[in-house]
């Protein structure tokens, strides 16, 4: 067996970080309970301390001390269907398996912001927030194990951020970001596929190998060994792991136009990441004899290493507007942009091995998201929002979308509320309903097992993903 013929796929999933969230390629989508009740219309509102995350410019106008803390429960639902998946050599089907909701239950994204008013110019604060996340388990069975079997992606940043307020109309916002990310993630590896190319392609090989595991481990092991090369043989698997500190920075401006009036921009920068960790290779499960996977296992080439892999988050642009209609209503809205065309191919690396990269290809294009939202005061204690959104995904074809991240383009429907419990504190409630299109899968790994310089399956995952989501949000504000 040559070093290149049982292959990992491993770096789709570090592309992968919003599968089970709102928002569209890397971002999560909901850091604050207020804000998602207007469907995230709200940068140029600034209600709370969590304006830290949307336009650090909006603590200008926060009073005293104040403090958000709160979290939103994602209960996603997702299915799969597949429509022709296959293996690399002779394009063989792999075993289907019936569709299956491969996404939690549910998950919980945690947010805590602070400010405080330093004097008429000056606000200080800090924000403690998800940024991204992800977890799928498609299980070690599906028709796409060769792409992906599970997902687990947790991102938590911290953003201190300090306001400056020149006069009435203008305020800046300045923050830094320190970013900390940890992937975990694996694969099936094709070894039936790589054994049924060695049978026909390479038959002195495989009589050579029988010959060795006959002479040095007995008859028990060359028959199993027989029969693993006649087919009787599982999948091998492969885990991954990987964490980094990154830093960034955003900036806001805020022009208040008059006191019910004001406009907003705001920039959030990119932030570089090296994930570095380990990969395991696992044969232990091929046949049921031990002796011949560790064979297997030998000859393959595959050794357990470092891992390595090298990416850039996206940076954001957005422009906002608040008006404030009369003394009930008030109309918001916001337009983003991200740069998620930085992504195009993800180069996966085992150091310090021989063993060549994996290459993904993503292509991604830039996306836009808008989102309108309104607020009504229904009585001094309570104030009532809603508010609807689209969000564009970074794929570009199906061709281009992998299993990591099933994305499309999704509509965003959410209403919430701000019940004043007394003079000083109040709680935040939101619900949302995300509604994605259809997404089809057509996606081939270029790279196969056969492939010098690279690592790969070189499976073809062929499918249709659909998705729902709703999101619940809970957050308490104390102010003094």
Known sequence: MKHKYLPLLIAVACAGFASTAQASGYRFGSQSVSAQGTADASGAEA???????????????????????????????????????????????????ATKDYAPDAVVAPALYASKKINDQWTVGAGLFVPYGAKLDYGN????????????LEA??????????????????????????????????????????????????????LGNILKTQGMAAFTSAKNAL???????????????????FNLGYLYQLNEGTRFGIAYRSSISHKLKGSTIWDF??????????????????????KALVELRTPETLSVNAFHQMDDRWALMGDVTWTRTSRLENLDIQFPPTAEGPERIRQNWKDTYRVSLGTNYKYNENLLLRAGIAHDQAPVRSAELRHPALPDSDRMQYS???????NANSSLDL??????????????????SPVTAGCTGNGETTKGLFKTRMQLIGLAYNYKF
């Open 141 to 152: 069975d599906w028709t796409g194990r060769y792409a992906i079997t599970n997902i687990k």
């Open 284 to 305: 232990s499960q091929v046949t049921s004899n031990a002796a011949v996977n560790g064979f297997i296992a030998a000859a393959s080439n595959k050794v357990n290493s």
């Open 430 to 447: 939101a619900y949302s309903y995300i509604d994605f299109k259809d997404a089809s899968v057509n996606y081939t790994n270029n790279c």
């Open 47 to 97: 209600a709370d301390a969590s304006t830290i995350f949307y336009n650090p410019a909006g603590l200008s106008r926060l009073e005293g001390t104040q403090f958000v803390g709160g979290g939103t429960i994602v209960v996603p639902h997702s299915t799969y269907q597949d429509t022709g998946s296959k293996q690399f050599w002779k394009g063989n089907r792999t075993p289907f398996t």
């Open 415 to 421: 209403i919430g509320a701000n019940w004043k419990l």
């Open 230 to 248: 006649q087919g009787q043989i599982k999948d091998g698997h492969a885990s991954m792991d990987g964490h980094d500190w990154g830093f960034g």
């Open 156 to 209: 938590i940043a911290l953003n201190p951020s300090v306001s400056f307020k020149l006069d009435q109309h203008h305020s800046f916002g300045f923050g830094v970001t320190a970013e900390y990310m940890k992937a975990e993630l694996g694969q099936g590896v094709d070894v039936p596929g790589t054994v049924a190319f060695l049978g026909e392609k390479a038959p002195a090989a495989s009589a050579a190998f």
